[in-house]
């Protein structure tokens, strides 16, 4: 089994920043790739970022240039350094991960509990 934890989340002004971490913890083989999804209220949950092992990102249109995704490999770790911040940012950010524990054959997908991100206009 997998666990991801969230940190880093809280209320923030429009134009501010915040950096969210995520660290992986548990009986690991390996991780594959790592992200952060968000979810407002009375929407659907959507992908802000993800990024592979080898380092290779993706970003949201809605967020390119505004945030920066990260990880460290060797903590089994992932961050999320968002700038500029604007309410429609406003939600709960969740940690993903496609990992492969040693309890299993195959990689799963792994979710983290979620982390308020509040940004007031």
């Known amino acids: 089994q997998v666990q991801l934890v969230e940190s880093g989340g809280g209320l923030v002004q429009a134009g501010g920043s915040l950096r969210l971490s995520c660290a992986a913890s548990?009986?690991?083989?390996?991780?594959?790739?790592m992200g952060w999804f968000r979810q407002a209220p009375g929407k659907q949950r959507e992908l802000v970022a993800a990024?592979?092992?080898?380092?290779?990102?993706n970003y949201a249109d809605s967020v390119k240039g505004r945030v920066t995704i990260s990880r460290d490999n060797a903590k089994n770790a992932v961050y999320l350094q968002m700038n500029s911040l604007k309410p429609e940012d406003t939600a709960v950010y969740y940690c993903y991960a496609n990992a492969k524990s040693k309890m299993s054959s195959y990689p799963m997908d792994y979710w983290g509990q979620g982390t308020q991100v509040t940004v007031s206009s």
């Open positions: 548990g009986s690991i083989s390996n991780i594959n790739a």
């Open positions: 990024i592979t092992s080898g380092g290779r990102t």
